[in-house]
């Protein structure tokens, strides 16, 4: 069974400090993680995925199959990335319905 | 370009009362098509997906039913609402095999009273 864990519901920060938003995952093949994001009023978008190691908005998540995390992190955080924030897997063989596991999802404010 | 729809926005039924959610796919064809919801503290759960017009999986039990009578159709009912069936519902669609396009829909807010 696949499994994500993000365990704060809620973080603040102010604006310009270092944020990181914990993710961990339980899966005993190679998962595939994201990073969604839904701002107040509008759709569930991607952020970002592991397997392109971009960076999007300043954010960037690395995977680390070790401590089995995919924490996001962004240096300088701004009051725009407030938000609700989900990490996501994605296990199961190529070619069949790859559903997507969600965390429970974190609530970032940025205070300014 | 491809869209998805999801109607309606928000709605409030009683206890008992049917339900029918649609969730509609543009421009491309046989898509995955998922139904999510997202209860009030917790995070997002599949409840159903779809790789074919018929097929059907369910990830959870309950009193919800999904279908798909056409490819780029998938709708999600119940015959009887519970308090329990509130909660905010998400239509999500991908290509075959590539988990990492999924689009979601705008949502339906679902109260029942």
């Known amino acids: 069974a696949q499994r994500v864990t993000q365990p704060e519901k809620l973080l603040s920060v102010f604006k310009g400090a270092p944020v990181e938003l914990k993710c961990n995952y339980s899966?005993?093949?190679?998962?595939?993680l994201f990073w969604y994001v839904q701002y107040s009023r509008q759709r569930l978008q991607l952020l970002l995925r592991?397997?392109s190691r971009e960076s999007i908005k300043g954010f960037t998540a690395d995977l680390n199959k070790g401590e089995t995390s995919f924490h996001l992190k962004k240096p300088f955080a701004q009051e725009e990335d407030s938000a609700m924030y989900y990490c996501?897997?994605?296990?199961?063989?190529?070619?069949?319905?790859?559903?997507?596991?969600f965390g429970s999802g974190t609530q970032l404010t940025v205070l300014p | 370009s491809q869209t998805i729809h999801q109607w309606p926005a928000t709605l409030v039924q009683p206890v008992g009362s049917p339900l029918s959610l649609e969730c509609t796919v543009e421009?491309?064809?046989?898509?995955?098509l998922y139904w999510y919801r997202q209860a009030a503290g917790r995070g997002l759960q599949l409840l159903f997906y779809?790789?074919?017009?018929?097929?059907i999986s369910s990830e959870v039990p309950q009193n919800l039913s999904a279908s798909r009578p056409q490819d780029r159709q998938f709708i999600l009912s119940s015959k009887k609402l519970l308090l329990s069936d509130s909660g905010f519902y998400l239509c999500?669609?991908?290509?075959?095999?590539?988990?990492?396009?999924?689009?979601f829909g705008s949502g339906t807010r679902l109260t029942v009273v």
């Open positions: 421009g491309t064809s046989n898509p995955n």
């Open positions: 779809s790789v074919g017009i018929g097929q």
């Open positions: 996501a897997l994605i296990g199961g063989s190529s070619g069949s319905a790859r559903q997507l596991t």
């Open positions: 899966y005993s093949g190679s998962p595939e």
């Open positions: 592991h397997i």
């Open positions: 999500a669609w991908t290509r075959p095999g590539q988990g990492r396009g999924y689009t």
